[in-house]
């Protein structure tokens, strides 16, 4: 089955600095990767998502880009705020609503 | 967007009792739902998948007697943990995918679950 990794584990910043999270998966019919921000006791929401046809996309201040031969996939956050200061995970599927493989989050923590 | 509703929220139970947690599409129907348990600072565990009208699909591991899916409806399923453990305290979610294979997953709120 899939097998989602996802570094750093812990990420802390500056506010105003930007935040880079990093994921990689294991089986190569993945093709929809979404990422979910989640705070402490609350369900995850989703942030911002990518599809295996692109390589990058931005919402604002995220970002994610998509490697499919590397089988990589990275979260960027710019201009970090400490409202961003949650946990982040990554997540794979072979789309068309089957199940999500969630990588094991990064608890990311804005400092003023 | 759509919507999903969990309940309880939260609940206590004495050990070997069962609980029963709701998962409802508000305002969609879903024909596959998927339950998830969480424990603290881990990551979100897929349990099984729970498709309409059918038995459910656990991943392995998971112990299919002692969590009970039923999901009977377009907009209902419902996780019974049966002879509940301290073990099994932990956080359940749920989510539930539009109709018409939409990639996007939708959670409810999720259930804090505490055996005593």
């Known amino acids: 089955g899939e097998n989602v990794e996802q570094h750093p584990s812990t990420l802390s910043v500056q506010e105003g600095d930007s935040a880079v999270i990093k994921c990689t998966y294991s089986?190569?019919?993945?093709?929809?990767f979404p990422w979910y921000k989640q705070e402490l006791g609350k369900r995850p929401q989703l942030i911002i998502d990518i599809r295996s046809n692109v390589g990058e996309k931005k919402d604002q201040r995220i970002a994610v880009t998509l490697n499919k031969t590397a089988k990589h996939f990275s979260l960027h956050i710019t201009e970090t705020q400490p409202e961003d200061s949650a946990v982040y995970f990554c997540a794979a599927s072979t789309g068309g609503g089957n199940k999500l493989t969630f990588g094991t989050g990064t608890q990311l923590k804005v400092e003023l | 967007g759509a919507v999903v509703s969990q309940h309880p929220s939260w609940v206590i139970c004495k050990s070997g009792t069962s609980v029963k947690i709701e998962c409802r599409s508000l305002d969609f129907q879903a024909t596959t739902m998927f339950w998830y348990r969480q424990f603290p600072k881990q990551s979100l565990m897929l349990m099984a998948t729970?498709?309409?009208?059918?038995?459910?699909?656990?991943e392995q591991g998971v112990e299919k007697d002692k969590f009970l899916i039923n999901h009977a409806s377009l907009t209902l399923s419902t996780l019974t943990v049966t002879s509940a453990h301290p073990e099994d305290s932990s956080f359940y979610i749920c989510?539930?995918?539009?109709?018409?294979?939409?990639?996007?997953?939708?959670f409810g709120q999720g259930t804090r679950l505490t055996v005593v």
């Open positions: 989510s539930a995918v539009t109709p018409g294979g939409r990639t996007e997953a939708f």
């Open positions: 089986d190569s019919a993945s093709n929809y």
């Open positions: 729970s498709n309409e009208g059918s038995k459910a699909t656990y």
